[in-house]
């Protein structure tokens, strides 16, 4: 068992834990009240595990099954958690559980953040995604007319559960998607991640973090180590806008929005990584040998680094989104080597015509991909 300590909660990072003594001790809410929600697929395999532990303590008021995703992540779905914890009578001390993916998270932190002017609640994450990203922070939020996290909340939860063994029923696809917030942080901060992903990416994919076990353990854990060292100094923030972790999400919201959310967030990250390493190449942060490095990990986990949504108008669409979020300014982080990262903080700074060739070298990435693909690495 690992134990993360992320600011005010407790990362519980086990395999096996779901069911073993962790679960016990992390859903023993001493008298407390307790509402879980889930999606029917995850409450299907596991929600009758939770439900016994919860049950067992006297915990349990009612499950709440939800059809989740983020085209239904808007406010309606909050106001059905809050609902069925009106009608419960979940009190001041209750708590809420989310079992899930990374909307399931979002949506009871929010619920949560709000009901009785806020409650507690726990995650027990069940995808790659949620397990080294979404459910590390303290943010909850929806979506709302057609922007991206538009309403949310800094909520903090009292526990996170990662087992990964829960990633066994997921489809290799998940798993993937999930590989585009690892290959983040390691290109942010941690150069052993990024050689691990090089080195046996595609077969933690395929045996969905099983096998080599060693490895999938040690991914999962320098991830989280990773996520909640860069969230650690400014959880809040409000000590600045400037957060490497902001890697990967200028354009990435906007490439879903215009999918209609058809465009999972791992391969809209993906592609935001890409071209942010196009810029970094451009303007001289990154050298050649680092950006073929990137391009040749994405493409070795079989994400994409390009896509027909992206264009210059919603690149520069992005750009200017960036700034009202970022107050004012770009704060955009650029890889400027494998494991390390700057800032571009504002748009003056960019040579003209960056948006445009970078398009283009991305739209001709067939290339510098079969390059990428005889570049040894060692």
Known sequence: MRSVKASVFDIIVERGALKGDSACRILDFEGRKCLLVSTPSVYRLYGETVRRHLAERDCLLDVLILEMGEGRKFMPAVLEVAERAQRVGLDRR???????????????????????RGIGHVRIPTTLMAQIDAAIG?????????????????????????????LRSLPVDAIRQGMAEIVKIAMIRDVRLFELLEQHGETLI???????????????????????????????EDATLERHVDLGHMISPLLEVRSNYQLHHGEAVAVDLAYTSCIANDIGHLDDTGLLRVLALLRRLGLPTDHEFLDEELALTAFTATERHRGGTLNLPVP?????????????????????RTLARLAASADLLADADRLVVV
């Open 138 to 166: 303290i943010k909850g939020g929806v979506n709302f007319n057609r922007h991206k996290n538009f309403l949310g909340c800094f909520h903090p939860p009292e526990a996170v559960l990662v087992d990964p063994n829960l």
């Open 336 to 356: 400027t080597g494998i494991g390390t990262c700057g800032f571009v903080r504002r748009r003056d700074e960019l040579p003209e015509g960056i948006v445009t």
């Open 94 to 116: 209750g708590i809420v559980v989310a079992l899930g993916g990374g909307v399931v998270g979002d949506v009871v932190s929010f619920a949560a953040s709000m009901i009785r």
């Open 206 to 236: 395929g045996t969905r973090f099983g096998q080599p076990a060693g490895i999938a353990e040690e991914v999962v854990v320098r991830a989280i180590d990773g996520m909640v060292a860069e969230l650690s100094s400014n959880p809040y």
